[in-house]
């Protein structure tokens, strides 16, 4: 999720460790150390339990420098409420049409997602919106290279180097393709889960027996699935102010982009 990236590294730290407190590859801040680093770290990937599979794709990873742009430019949300919806949404009675459109596709999952996790159909649909168009624009840059890349990059590498690992365990469990595309800092999927979120919180949405961020479903159902994990009450409000809608900074800090959830979600459920 573009965007759980202020919130991940205590579970991560839990989720993901190094063997034997070995040294960490040496991080770099451009393109002239990458190789070299791909070595060391794939010995680290292997020391955690990362099999051939994720090991290759690490070595066939390359420096983004799309990434390492968005990286340097990001400026966070300065926008009011206001100006946001209409920047990212458009309008709130569009978009939460939109919405309900796509809760009438299929009802019946939503209400099992509900049912199971207490998390209603209007904040899933608004957050898949938001993140991703409902799946139009899941990102274009292959997501072990980028993940790779602000591991590799010295300004943030102990926070990325665990969702890096992350990825190569998805490649290695068949979870993510070696060359799937995802958002610049790789994030993935119909809703934008870093991997080492991925990995923790995604389930089997659609029945199929496997997990994938790529299938609507599975990445619906496995961000019901964080939302609870990080305390949702089910059956309780989440306007401003309410317990629920502190669970949403969980999911993105941007009070904005909080807001900006529960009001058409509210619309989407009314």
């Known amino acids: 999720m573009s965007r759980l990236l202020l919130k991940a590294v205590a579970v991560l730290a839990t989720a993901i460790t190094f063997a034997g407190g070995a040294k960490a590859a040496t991080c770099g801040n451009n393109a002239g150390g990458f190789e070299a680093w791909k070595r060391e770290f ?45 920047i990212r949404l458009g309008s709130v009675d569009g978009f939460a049409k939109t919405g309900r459109g796509r809760v009438q596709r299929n009802p019946q999952f939503y209400a099992a997602i509900e049912q199971r996790y207490g998390v209603p159909a209007g904040i899933l649909v608004s957050i898949h919106g938001m993140e991703t168009g409902f799946g139009r624009t899941m990102g274009n840059v292959p997501v072990v290279s980028s993940i790779s890349t602000v591991a590799y990059d010295c300004r943030r590498s102990s926070f990325f180097t665990p969702h890096a690992l992350a990825a190569l365990q998805m490649v290695d469990r068949g979870m993510l393709a070696p060359n799937q595309k995802g958002a610049a800092h790789g994030e993935l999927g119909h809703t934008q889960f870093l991997p080492g979120n991925a990995l923790r919180y995604g389930v089997d949405g659609n029945g199929d027996g496997r997990v994938d961020f790529y299938n609507e479903w599975d990445a619906l159902a496995s961000t019901a699935n964080f939302l609870r994990q990080k305390g949702w009450q089910p059956g309780q409000p989440y306007n401003e102010g309410t317990r629920n809608f502190r669970v949403l900074n969980e999911w993105n800090a941007a009070t904005v982009y909080q807001q900006a959830i529960a009001l058409v979600a509210a619309r989407i459920d009314g």
């Open 42 to 86: 794939a010995a680290e990937a292997q020391r955690a339990g990362v099999g051939q599979r994720g090991i290759q794709a690490l070595m066939n990873a390359s420096y983004s420098t799309s990434t390492i742009a968005a990286d340097r430019n990001q400026k966070g949300v300065k926008y009011s409420l206001n100006d946001f919806i209409r």
